[in-house]
C-alpha cells in the first residue's frame, strides 16, 4: 500500500486526537516499518489496520467509525493534491464512474508499483448507481469511506446500500447508491 494512505492517516490522528495519540499507537503496535513512512515508500497493508485496531482501542471508538472518518479526511486531501482529477466532475455519479478508467490509470503511471482495487458500476436506474469494488485486500470499509467521503465532498444527499457478495478469494462488494428526492 502507497506510503500516503499511512501519512495522512497519521496526520488525521494528530488533527483530531494529538501527536502524542500517534505516539501511542505506534508503540502499541508491532509494525514492521516501525511506524516510520514516507508518501511514497510502499507499506503492508495489515499496518494500517494494525493502526486503526489499536487507536479504536485507545479512543473506544469503533474501528469501522475511524476508517469512515479517515477516508473523508483522505478524499479531502485526494482533492487538493489532485485537482485535475476532479476538474471536470460535478456528481458523485460523474466522479465514481471515472474511478478506475481514468484515476486508477493516472495513480499507475505515477506509482506503477501500486496494487489498487478494481470499480465497475451499473446505472440500473438515473437516481442510481451501483458501483461494485473487487480486491485480493478486502479493504470494503476503506472503499465505503471513500465513498462517503466523496458524498461528502459533492454535497448530494444519497443513501448507500452494502451488499458483500464476497465467496472467497477476492473481496466482491457491491455498493448502491441512490439519489434522495
Request: proline share 3%.
Amino acid at each position: 500500500m502507497k506510503g500516503i494512505i499511512f501519512t495522512e492517516f497519521v496526520e488525521m490522528v494528530e488533527d483530531k486526537f494529538s501527536p502524542e495519540m500517534v505516539d501511542t499507537i505506534i508503540e502499541a503496535s508491532d509494525l514492521p516499518s516501525g511506524g516510520v513512512y514516507t508518501s511514497v515508500g510502499t507499506y503492508d497493508h495489515s499496518e494500517i489496520v494494525t493502526l486503526v485496531t489499536a487507536l479504536s482501542e485507545q479512543t473506544n471508538i469503533g474501528a469501522v467509525d475511524l476508517i469512515h472518518a479517515y477516508c473523508s479526511h483522505l478524499f479531502v486531501r485526494f482533492t487538493q493534491m489532485h485537482p485535475e482529477f476532479f476538474a471536470d466532475q460535478s456528481t458523485v455519479f460523474e466522479f465514481l464512474k471515472q474511478v478506475d478508467g481514468y484515476i486508477h490509470v493516472e495513480v499507475k503511471k505515477l506509482h506503477p508499483d501500486a496494487e489498487l482495487p478494481k470499480f465497475s458500476y451499473e446505472t440500473p436506474r438515473d437516481d442510481q448507481l451501483v458501483l461494485i469494488y473487487q480486491s485480493s485486500r478486502h479493504l470494503g470499509d476503506v472503499a465505503e469511506g471513500l465513498i462517503r467521503g466523496c458524498i461528502e465532498y459533492f454535497n448530494e444527499e444519497i443513501t448507500i446500500e452494502r451488499d458483500d457478495r464476497t465467496n472467497g478469494g477476492d473481496a466482491n462488494i457491491h455498493f448502491t447508491l441512490t439519489k434522495v428526492a
